[in-house]
């Protein structure tokens, strides 16, 4: 009887054990961010029960099944390393979660062709083999720092779909990510002709950016700018850009908007940039020959790289698109290097959906206000905006020694990138995050009291970010998106 009852009590025991462990992994695996299962494998449903290899990385005890909560690696994947230490299986498999087929009603994007990221341990023959298998012509690739990976820009020779094909390449084990090749604008609003300067630009006021020019200029800042030709030869750019990248085939050619953008950077002429002192990173991404400025994935990429490449501090963004998923690992990527990115909230106006990389997480989005502190009516709204500078009627520079005047939030995010070189001359090491949480605690409160949809924490001030001893925490934290991939 005494035997009994131990046998009984002993296994009572174990099943209490058992069920304790079930638990306290279920509430790692519910708790854990799907992205970050790095290296968990889950094992295969048998007609014996779970079984097929065990679970690897996270030292979850052997023979326990893992439910599904991240990417399933399959047989035969390699790992080899990636950058930051995450395995390249790991990368394809957290890309597949979501596919990057484009939406329906979509048609931000190039009609005829696809972007893919391939592992660069993928050899010619392989890819050769991809590009067949596919129909597909090849028409561009690079290997990207940013990313660690190599990106191929391919045209569909026939009639099928961009989505369709999108599909079928994610299904190859070969291809790392697919998707589109977006199309991004400039924003840029109507402009006036100006026959020359004016130095009362009320801008420079409205930052108070005399006072902060007192203690810093952006000298040995350099801040990159992703937009069209820039005029070099502009009387208020003279000698502030530092290199150039062009990263279109088409003969280069000046273009207001760059021109523009530059200038409200760095003018030091009859114009006063907000970083008079920043040297320029010139990148030309968008072709302003056609009758819109437009600018695609690929060469918005290839861009974002060579700033990184090159010594950016700061990334100015004034053009605004679809959500990309490519674009986002690479600006996740800047961000961690410590670069600080700034984009145009765009100017759809307030019924728009979010824009990017505006909207991105990595990202301060700026919106535009006139000379009464009142919101630019075409000015996007969202809970991404961070903060707000003049965009309204700017006097800007334009090519060939002209000046006009513009309104835009590509102009905001222009003079909030000035303003993030003064505080980086100030204080060369301070992160992006922390460059953020200053902004939005010095900003001048506009609109709804605290931080709103229409101007974020408020307007710039340019001086009250210098003066800031350390960043203090913003009274209301940027809330951050996530894509629920249906399990946690």
């Known amino acids: ?246 990263t279109l085939t088409a003969p280069m050619a000046p273009h207001k908007h760059g021109t523009a953008i530059a200038g409200l950077i760095a003018a030091h002429g009859k114009l006063m940039g907000a970083a008079p002192g920043a040297p320029i990173l010139a990148i030309r991404a968008f072709d302003g020959t056609g009758a819109s400025v437009e600018g695609t994935t690929f060469n918005i990429l290839k861009g974002l790289d060579w700033a990184a490449a090159h010594g950016a501090r700061v990334i100015n963004m004034s053009f605004a698109g679809p959500s990309d998923p490519a674009i986002h690992r690479s600006l996740a990527a800047a961000h961690k290097k410590g670069i600080v990115l700034v984009a145009a909230a765009g100017n759809a106006g307030p019924k728009s959906p979010p824009l990017y990389p505006a909207a991105d997480p990595n990202v301060i989005a700026v919106t535009a206000t006139d000379a009464e502190d009142k919101l630019f009516p075409q000015s996007n709204r969202g809970r991404y905006i961070a903060v707000a500078a003049p965009g309204a009627q700017i006097l800007v520079a334009i090519p060939d020694g002209g000046y006009e005047v513009a309104s835009g939030t590509s102009y905001s995010a222009a003079e909030v990138s000035g303003i993030v070189a003064l505080m980086l001359e100030r204080n060369r090491d301070l992160p992006p995050d922390k460059v953020r949480d200053i902004l939005l605690a010095t900003a001048k409160d506009l609109g709804p009291k605290g931080r709103d949809i229409l101007f974020g924490a408020g307007l710039a001030d340019a001086y009250g970010a210098l003066m800031a001893e350390q960043a203090p925490m913003a009274a209301a934290p940027r809330p951050v998106e996530r894509v629920s991939t249906g399990a946690r």
């Open 1 to 246: 009887m005494r035997a009994h009852h131990s046998v009984r009590l002993l296994a009572a025991i174990a099943a209490l054990t058992l069920a304790t462990a079930d638990a306290a992994f279920a509430q790692r695996a519910s708790s854990r961010d799907p992205s970050s299962n790095i290296g968990v494998r889950a094992p295969q449903r048998g007609n014996g029960g779970y079984h097929g290899g065990g679970i690897y990385g996270r030292g979850y005890p052997s023979g326990y099944f893992a439910p599904r909560v991240g990417p399933v690696f399959e047989e035969g994947e390699i790992d080899d390393g990636g950058p930051q230490g995450i395995s390249r299986r790991t990368q394809r498999s957290a890309r597949r979660a979501s596919s990057g087929a484009p939406a329906a009603n979509e048609r931000r994007l190039v009609p005829d062709e696809v972007v893919i990221e391939v592992a660069n341990a993928v050899s010619p023959q392989q890819i050769d083999a991809l590009q067949r298998r596919h129909r597909l012509t090849r028409v561009e690739s690079q290997t990207f720092q940013l990313s660690g990976t190599t990106l191929f820009r391919w045209r569909i020779p026939d009639r099928r779909s961009v989505a369709s094909v999108v599909r079928a390449l994610e299904a190859d084990r070969l291809v790392a990510s697919a998707q589109p090749n977006y199309l991004f604008t400039l924003q840029q609003d109507e402009a006036k002709a100006a026959s020359e300067g004016d130095a009362a630009q009320y801008a420079l006021a409205k930052l108070r950016l005399p006072q902060a020019h007192a203690l810093a200029k952006g000298d040995k800042v350099p801040v990159a700018v992703i937009d069209s030709g820039i005029d070099a030869n502009h009387p208020e750019l003279a000698g502030a850009i530092a290199e150039s990248y062009d």
